[in-house]
């Protein structure tokens, strides 16, 4: 029996899928993150992202229902090879100037990665007629691009600064 070829709505579920996981992996991440962090603007950043990261699973999980999917996660290998690396310079860099520097570098990492799959979601909802959805991964989407806006105004202002100096 011929299997039947995947569609695109099928690779919208499995998209979905990855970054439910993915932001997931993050709400884990992010209080570790601001923990580490020496610079209160950065904390004050990583502990106010873990509240939107809330907020972006909750309309995950309003996309699924939309399509009539159960809301579940399918292993992120992306996400957790930047969450390890994430835990690498906080383990090499602990008590470090730098170490800042290198937590801000792997957040923008994820933010990054995060911006590329909701702008490819938002475009499959679209072409899936699903326009609720497309609002949805729209607002996430917003919300990560002005995240990644303010870790690069905190890089350029302080923490690569302080991170240098130290050298």
Same mark, same amino acid.
């Given at each position: 029996?011929?299997?039947?070829?995947?569609?695109?709505?099928?690779?919208?579920?499995?998209t979905?899928?990855?970054i439910?996981?993915?932001?997931?992996k993050i709400?884990?991440?992010l209080?570790?993150?601001?923990k580490?962090? +020496?610079? /209160?603007?950065l %904390?004050?950043?990583f502990? &106010?992202?873990?509240?939107?990261?809330? @907020?972006?699973v #909750?309309?995950?999980e309003?996309?699924?229902?939309?399509i009539?999917?159960k809301?579940q996660?399918k292993t992120?290998?992306?996400?957790?090879?930047?969450?390890?690396?994430?835990?690498?310079?906080?383990k090499?860099?602990k008590?470090?100037?730098?170490?800042?520097?290198g937590?801000?570098?792997?957040?923008?990492?994820v933010? +990054?990665? /995060?911006i590329s %799959?909701?702008?490819?979601l &938002?475009?499959?909802?679209?072409?899936? @007629?699903?326009g #609720?959805?497309?609002?949805l991964l729209?607002?996430?989407?917003?919300?990560?691009?002005?995240?990644?806006?303010t870790?690069?105004?905190?890089?350029?202002s302080?923490?690569?600064?302080?991170a240098?100096q130290?050298?």
């Amino acid at each position: 029996m011929a299997k039947e070829s995947k569609k695109l709505d099928d690779l919208f579920h499995d998209t979905l899928k990855d970054i439910y996981f993915a932001e997931k992996k993050i709400l884990t991440a992010l209080p570790k993150m601001a923990k580490a962090a +020496h610079s /209160e603007e950065l %904390r004050a950043a990583f502990e &106010k992202h873990h509240g939107e990261t809330e @907020g972006q699973v #909750e309309r995950l999980e309003k996309v699924f229902d939309m399509i009539g999917k159960k809301a579940q996660g399918k292993t992120c290998d992306a996400i957790i090879g930047l969450v390890e690396e994430g835990q690498q310079v906080m383990k090499e860099y602990k008590g470090s100037p730098a170490l800042d520097a290198g937590l801000l570098a792997g957040a923008q990492a994820v933010e +990054h990665y /995060e911006i590329s %799959r909701y702008g490819t979601l &938002k475009t499959w909802a679209d072409e899936l @007629g699903l326009g #609720e959805a497309v609002g949805l991964l729209d607002a996430t989407l917003e919300e990560e691009k002005k995240t990644d806006a303010t870790l690069t105004k905190i890089a350029e202002s302080v923490v690569n600064q302080e991170a240098e100096q130290a050298s």
